[in-house]
C-alpha cells in the first residue's frame, strides 16, 4: 500500500512527464498541431480513453499500474487545463465549478473531495471489500464512457469533468492499494 501522498507525487510527476511528451510530439508534427498546446477537454478524453483501452490489453500487473498512472495523470491535465468541481462529501453533489489553469493544489483538493466521498460510501453501495486491479480496469471503463457521453450531450465541459474528477480518483484508490 501507498500513502496519498505519495500516490499523488507519482501521479502529478506523471502528469509532467506526459505533458512534456505530448508538447514535444506537438513540435515535430508542425504548426497544425501547436494548437494543442491550448488543451481542451475533448483534447484528453481520446487519450484517456486509449489509456484505458491500453489498460484492458495488457496483462502484467507492472504494466497494468503503468497505464492506470498514465490515466490519472491525463485526468489531472485534464482538470488543470478544463477546471472542475469537486464533492460535497455530506451531500454526494459537486461543488461550483471552477475555472480553468488550475493549480495542482486545487486540482488535488478536488480529487481529494471525491476520494472522500469515495470513503464514505455505506454498504448500500459497495460491498466493503477491496478490489483488485480488474475491478478497477471495469470502473475506469465505465466512468471514461461516461465521461465521453457526458461530453457529447451536455453543454460545456462541466460534467465530462465531473466524470474526470471520478476517474483520477479511481487510479489514486487503485494506486494506493495496489502501489505504483
Given at each position: 500500500m501507498l500513502s496519498r501522498d505519495t500516490v499523488y507525487e507519482v501521479v502529478f510527476a506523471t502528469a509532467d512527464d506526459l505533458e512534456q511528451h505530448y508538447k514535444d510530439w506537438c513540435i515535430t508534427q508542425g504548426e497544425e498541431f501547436i494548437?494543442?498546446?491550448?488543451?481542451?477537454?475533448?483534447d484528453f478524453l481520446p487519450m484517456i480513453y486509449?489509456?484505458?483501452g491500453l489498460l484492458l490489453t495488457t496483462q502484467p500487473t507492472s504494466q497494468?499500474?503503468?497505464?492506470?498512472?498514465?490515466?490519472?495523470?491525463?485526468?489531472?491535465?485534464?482538470?488543470?487545463?478544463g477546471g472542475g468541481c469537486g464533492r460535497d462529501v455530506n451531500t454526494g453533489n459537486s461543488t461550483n465549478f471552477l475555472e480553468p489553469s488550475?493549480?495542482?493544489?486545487?486540482?488535488?483538493?478536488?480529487?481529494?473531495?471525491?476520494r472522500q466521498y469515495q470513503d464514505e460510501l455505506g454498504s448500500g453501495r459497495t460491498d466493503g471489500r477491496s478490489h483488485n486491479i480488474s475491478g478497477f480496469m471495469v470502473m475506469l471503463t465505465y466512468y471514461v464512457e461516461r465521461a465521453f457521453k457526458q461530453w457529447?450531450?451536455?453543454?460545456?465541459?462541466?460534467?465530462?469533468?465531473?466524470?474526470i474528477r471520478k476517474i483520477a480518483a479511481i487510479c489514486v484508490l487503485c494506486l494506493e492499494l495496489h502501489g505504483g
Open positions: 494548437a494543442l498546446f491550448n488543451w481542451r477537454t475533448e486509449h489509456q484505458t497494468r499500474l503503468s497505464h492506470i498512472k498514465n490515466v490519472a495523470g491525463l485526468c489531472v491535465l485534464a482538470m488543470m487545463h488550475l493549480t495542482r493544489g486545487k486540482v488535488q483538493m478536488l480529487i481529494n473531495t471525491e457529447v450531450t451536455s453543454p460545456g465541459d462541466e460534467y465530462a469533468l465531473n466524470e
